[in-house]
T-cell receptor
Framework: GIQVEQSPPDLILQEGANSTLRCNFSDSVNNLQWFHQNPWGQLINLFYIPSGTKQNGRLSATTVATERYSLLYISSSQTTDSGVYFCAVERGLLTGGGNKLTFGTGTQLKVEL | DTGVSQDPRHKITKRGQNVTFRCDPISEHNRLYWYRQTLGQGPEFLTYFQNEAQLEKSRLLSDRFSAERPKGSFSTLEIQRTEQGDSAMYLC???????????????FGPGTRLLVL
């Protein structure tokens, strides 16, 4: 099956700092989503971004599908940004992947005052 | 639109007991998914429904696990003869089907935390 690798695995930031999280995937994908999992376990949708660039407030994401990676940018980080960030991909029915998301192992982010 | 809901949020059971979880998807979503997440890992796919049809099952879904979506609305996931290794967070997600726009985006519920003693 498709492999999804995220880096770094852990990240500690001072409030106000910027960061870049990376997601590499091993095959072409039909769907790519970024999630934030809060301390209570809720997965919060950040971006649906199989290709291109999107921005939402202090967060932005870029996926370069031809090179099989995606980046999540967090600017002016806040303590409420703490949690685990997951990248998840779906290969799609036509490429034999079905309709399931395959998740990376996540980046654990801690933002300190 | 109240989002995906799951019940119960927490379940503690003894090894060997049966448990059942419920998921209510976003009302206009035809696709419903179950995932399992263990500590320190990303969620792993278990099974997927398109309306009432169960279209795909993971090898993780042993014969002790069964999922249903009888009327194409809510879904249940039952685990029979629970084992300590079943302890995990069970997540449900839903998405629109093709032709409904943003068809691939999956929205997740809050999960059910299962602890098997």
């Amino acid at each position: 099956g498709i492999q999804v690798e995220q880096s770094p695995p852990d990240l500690i930031l001072q409030e106000g700092a910027n960061s870049t999280l990376r997601c590499n995937f091993s095959d072409s994908v039909n769907n790519l989503q970024w999630f934030h999992q809060n301390p209570w376990g809720q997965l919060i949708n950040l971006f649906y971004i199989p290709s291109g660039t999107k921005q939402n407030g202090r967060l932005s994401a870029t996926t370069v599908a031809t090179e099989r990676y995606s980046l999540l940018y967090i600017s002016s980080s806040q303590t409420t940004d703490s949690g685990v960030y997951f990248c998840a991909v779906e290969r799609g029915l036509l490429t034999g992947g079905g309709n399931k998301l395959t998740f990376g192992t996540g980046t654990q982010l801690k933002v300190e005052l | 639109d109240t989002g995906v809901s799951q019940d119960p949020r927490h379940k503690i059971t003894k090894r060997g007991q049966n448990v059942t979880f419920r998921c209510d998807p976003i009302s206009e979503h035809n696709r419903l998914y179950w995932y399992r997440q263990t500590l320190g890992q990303g969620p792993e796919f278990l099974t997927y429904f398109q309306n009432e049809a169960q279209l795909e099952k993971s090898r993780l879904l042993s014969d002790r696990f069964s999922a249903e979506r009888p009327k194409g609305s809510f879904s249940t996931l039952e685990i029979q003869r629970t084992e300590q290794g079943d302890s995990a967070m069970y997540l449900c997600a839903s998405s629109p089907s093709e032709g409904q726009g943003a068809r691939e985006t999956q929205y997740f519920g809050p999960g059910t935390r299962l602890l098997v003693l």
